[in-house]
């Protein structure tokens, strides 16, 4: 099981968009619509973003977003805000009940 | 609302087993509609899931370290553990203990602990 692949950063001005992708394979992303985003800042555990590709739970913002194209898996943070600014983790499901996390992407804020 | 916590020892010599604790508050461990899992992120890296458990005490591990783990789960005391043996620097993470969606927020962990930095050195 390889880690799934993201860039090693984004950035954008405040209330511009960021989109972070998540390269996976056939075996992963490419073949299960169980893809979740999770939102880490320093020090802090990770936190739930987006599930089942594009789902958000209770009390994430609608600025977050997410989907699917093929083996790449993307987040769309629109309208940035000086909060965002953390690091950002993919996930999907892999078969044979395993699960691959991304390599993960520093988001900046400008 | 669930929450969890970690336990357990902050150092490790080499060699030796890490036993880690995590207690779930707010919410029953035998519920059928969550796994219970450990994932670990090494000093400035990524995360790297280990395995997780079912409340019937079914495991499923990463490959990679699935000949030195060993994951098991006490109902009574609403509690999941991680043992990982003959430990070297490597080793050294914070770990995180996490819930896993099954019947709804589908294979997301929904729910972190804090996290626990253990350091493997003599």
């Known amino acids: 099981q390889s880690a799934l692949t993201q860039p090693p950063s984004a950035s954008g001005s405040p209330g511009q968009p960021v989109t972070i992708s998540c390269t996976g394979t056939?075996?992963?992303?490419?073949?299960?619509?169980?893809v979740s985003w999770y939102q880490q800042h320093p020090g802090k555990a990770p936190k739930l973003m987006i599930y089942?590709?594009?789902k958000r739970p209770s009390g994430v913002p609608d600025r977050f977003s997410g989907s699917k194209s093929g083996s790449t898996a993307s987040l769309t943070v629109s309208g940035l805000q000086a909060d965002d600014e953390a690091d950002y983790y993919c996930?999907?499901?892999?078969?044979?009940?395993?699960?691959?996390f991304g390599t993960g992407t520093k988001v900046t804020v400008l | 609302q669930v929450q969890l916590q970690e336990s357990g020892p902050g150092l490790v010599k080499p060699s030796q087993t890490l036993s880690l604790t995590c207690t779930v508050s707010?919410?029953?461990?035998?519920?059928?509609?969550?796994?219970w899992s450990w994932i670990r992120q090494h000093p400035g890296k990524g995360l790297e899931w280990i395995g997780y458990?079912?409340?019937?005490?079914?495991?499923y591990y990463t490959p990679s370290l699935k000949s030195r783990i060993i994951i098991s789960i006490d109902t009574s005391k609403n509690q999941f553990s991680l043992r990982l043996s003959s430990v070297t620097a490597a080793d050294t993470a914070v770990y995180y203990c996490?819930?896993?969606?099954?019947?709804?927020?589908?294979?997301?962990?929904?729910?972190w602990g804090q996290g626990t930095m253990v350091t493997v050195s003599s």
């Open positions: 996490a819930r896993v969606g099954f019947a709804e927020l589908h294979d997301a962990f929904d729910m």
């Open positions: 056939s075996s992963d992303v490419g073949n299960y619509n169980y």
């Open positions: 996930s999907s499901y892999a078969g044979s009940n395993s699960y691959v």
């Open positions: 707010g919410g029953s461990i035998s519920t059928g509609s969550y796994y």
């Open positions: 089942e590709v594009n």
């Open positions: 458990i079912f409340y019937t005490g079914n495991t």
